[in-house]
Structures are given as C-alpha cells and as structure tokens.
C-alpha cells in the first residue's frame, strides 16, 4: 500500500499545454505544401485563371467604357484622369483581394476539412504553422498571377503604360499576402462553407464600395471616410493609383504600415485559432 501511494505521489506531472499564442514555428518545410498545391493546380490552370480574370474585365469594360463615357474625368488630388483609369487602378486592387480570399477560404477549407489533405500533410514532419504559411503564400501566389494577366490586359487596352507599374505590381504582391492572412482566420472558424457569406456580405462587399474603387473617397460623409482610411484595401488602393497614373503615392509609409500591420496581426490570428481548431 505504501509503495503505491509512494508510485502515484513520485509520477511526473503532465506537462501544461502549450499557447496557441505562441510564436510562428516556421521552417522551410512550407515549399513542399506550397509546390503540392502547384501541382495539383496545374491541372485547372486554365480554367481557373479565365475564371479570376473574367469578372474583374466585365466590371471595367462596363463600368470603365460605359460609365466612363458619362463621367469623362475625375479628380484625383488635383488631377484629372480618365475614369476608366481611375477604375482600372482600383479594380485591379479588388481583383488582389477577391482572388485571395476565395483561394484561402474555399480552397483551403477544403484541403484542411472537407479533403483532410492537412490531417495527411502532418503524418508527415511537417507542422501545422508551416502548411498555414504555405497556405498563406498559395493564396497569394494565386492572387498575383490573376492580377498579373489582368495587368497584361490593361497594357493591352492602353489605359496605362506608366513603368512605375512594375513598383505597383509588388505592391499588389502585398496586398495579396496581406488578404489572404485575413481570410484565413474565417477558414480556422469556419464549420462549413456557408460561413464565408458573412465574410463577402459583410467584410468585403462594403470594403468594395468604401475604398475608393468605383469613386472618389470624397463624396463619402467625413465619418465614413475616416472609417474608411483604415480599410486595407482602401490603402491597397491609393498605394496603386498614383503608379497607374505615372506619380509616387504621397505617405506611402503610412499605407504600407497599414497593410503590413493588417498582414502580420492577421497571420498572427489566423495561426493562433487553426491551432487551437486542431488542437480541439
């Protein structure tokens, strides 16, 4: 009896259970995840880059011919451009976000619960932070490559042909990474697909429409632009527009923050509760 009792007070305590809080545990075991989805992609390369581009080149030659030849010009601090510019600068913005976010909410909510390809991923050595960040950079891998054949079209259509473009492509690079950190968090709280509809009703379609896109932010009540000012896209976007328009962005530094602050935190986020879903 006393040698049991003596067992049981020696046994070591379980030890207490790590924060999901925690810092990244990243290594170079993400490029294997993100070269698998390359692969796997390849297959439907073509269909699904018609499917990201058609829709954003519907809403500007409709919006940016159409509506263009009503509106004329717009002011842009003082300047005055073509509308179909003035669309094109901030619809290739919305087109970085939207191709993201369907890429890391649909698609990666499908390898991760519907396909358990992340249950399969992990039986191998590679941890859960990784395949995030693979996920991560996937989806904005995915964004850039839409926006760069969108980008090619515009040169096409000769709405801008500024050589600041290539400084705006890697700024939409950015905002690629930076909405896709954003839509992985409603991937690790989302129990099914139908979840995503508050993200697009309520996240992205006022950020669509609040952020300079379609219009001018002054025509917006100062107490919906001073929301509006700290929406990433609405920074995405005036980071963007001024390339398309041959100048440099006036306080690039503040909306570069902005989005690299909306980038990491949300990461951050993200990592923190797909943890926490598979550890529970």
């Known amino acids: 009896m006393n040698t049991t009792t003596a067992s049981s007070s020696s046994a070591a305590p379980s030890p207490p259970a790590r924060s999901v809080w925690r810092a990244p545990e990243l290594s170079l075991r993400w490029w294997p995840v993100f070269l698998r989805n390359l692969l796997v992609w390849r297959k439907l390369a073509i269909p699904s880059l018609i499917g990201n581009i058609a829709e954003p080149l ?49 698609s990666a909510f499908s390898r991760m619960h519907v396909q358990k390809t ?31 054949a969108i980008l090619f079209v515009m040169l096409g259509l000769g709405i801008s042909h500024s050589p600041k473009l290539i400084v705006a492509w890697m700024v939409l690079i950015g905002a690629g990474i930076t909405f ?49 000012a700290w929406l990433p896209l609405t920074n995405a976007v005036a980071l963007v527009r001024p390339l398309f328009m041959d100048q440099w962005p006036g306080g690039w530094w503040v909306h570069a923050g902005v989005l ?20 529970g």
């Open 260 to 279: 690299v602050v909306y980038g990491v935190v949300s990461f951050w986020v993200a990592l923190a509760l797909t943890r926490k879903r598979f550890r």
């Open 58 to 106: 519907i809403w500007l030659v409709a919006f940016g011919y159409g509506m263009g030849a009503l509106v004329g010009e717009v002011s842009v601090d003082g300047t005055r451009v073509p509308y179909i510019l003035f669309l094109a600068s901030g619809s290739i913005c919305m087109s970085a976000m939207n191709a993201a976010s369907f890429e890391a909410l649909y």
């Open 118 to 148: 992340w249950d399969g991923i992990m039986n191998a050595p590679v941890g859960l932070d990784d395949i995030v960040l693979a996920e991560m950079l996937w989806a904005a891998f995915k964004s850039i490559f839409t926006v760069t």
């Open 180 to 228: 896709s950190s954003i839509a992985l968090i409603f991937n690790a709280l989302a129990k099914g697909y139908d979840f995503f509809t508050y993200y697009f009703t309520l996240f992205m379609t006022p950020m669509m429409f609040l952020s300079g896109v379609f219009f001018p932010l002054e025509q917006l009540p100062s107490a919906v632009r001073a929301v509006a």
